[in-house]
């Protein structure tokens, strides 16, 4: 089954203001990446983290792997913000694997 | 910038026909990967590659095949395309290592199997 869970699954929001999105995980995860899918459909790389948080600009992430879950806050929402926002955990365990949330869809309007 | 191309953008198959989706990175990353998109399920992954010549199951491989026969290069080959194929398809690249495992991606791959 899945392994994340990525809430919530369509977001509006207006200019200026801001929201969280959070993906959960059943199982303990190594890493979280963080991505949008732009209008194009191009994916564009937003955040890596191993632990602890990341910012950037009116974007900010934070792992906690103990605790199972990463999240993704947007503050100061911009039109060009909207998009679909996807998570991508890194299992902890063995080998190579990567589970992927089903996206957060993402509308900001004037 | 990491550059990962995708070609071809979008592609119509029939049912049955062999489809070749191609990927190229000029990254020097030792990892490559496809996935495919499907509505409420995110990006599952089909295959993935560590090195030359050498190519590994992700979690949906069934009806699909992948080569790597160069770092640069990765393709997606399916031999029998059906119905249920119809996804975006992505390829990706990454450096490789549990510290450097940033997920570059191509702009996607549409595919439609009528």
């Known amino acids: 089954g899945d392994q994340v869970e990525q809430s919530p699954s369509a977001l509006s929001l207006h200019e200026g203001t801001g929201s969280a999105l959070r993906c959960n995980f059943t199982t303990t995860m190594r890493a979280v990446q963080w991505f949008r899918k732009n209008s194009r459909g191009s994916l564009i790389n937003l955040f890596y983290?191993?632990?602890g948080t990341k910012e950037n600009g009116r974007l900010k992430s934070a792992f906690d792997s103990k605790e199972r879950y990463s999240t993704l806050h947007i503050r100061d929402a911009q039109l060009e913000d909207s998009g679909t926002y996807f998570c991508a955990a890194e299992a902890g365990t063995g080998g190579y694997k990567v589970v992927f949330g089903s996206g957060t869809r993402l509308l900001v309007s004037p | 910038e990491a550059a990962v191309t995708q070609s071809p953008r979008s592609k119509v198959a029939v049912t049955g026909g062999k489809v070749t989706l191609s990927c190229h990175q000029t990254?020097?990353?030792?990892?490559m990967y496809w996935y495919r998109q499907d509505t409420g399920h995110g990006l599952r992954l089909i295959h993935y590659s560590y090195v030359a010549d050498s190519t590994e199951k992700g979690d949906i491989p069934d009806g699909y095949k992948a080569s790597r026969p160069s770092q640069e290069n990765f393709s997606l080959i399916l031999e029998l395309a059906s119905l249920s194929q119809t996804a975006v398809y992505f390829c990706a690249s990454s450096l490789g290592g549990p510290s450097q495992n940033t997920l570059y991606f191509g702009a996607g791959t549409r595919l439609s199997v009528l």
């Open positions: 983290l191993a632990s």
């Open positions: 990254n020097n990353h030792d990892y």
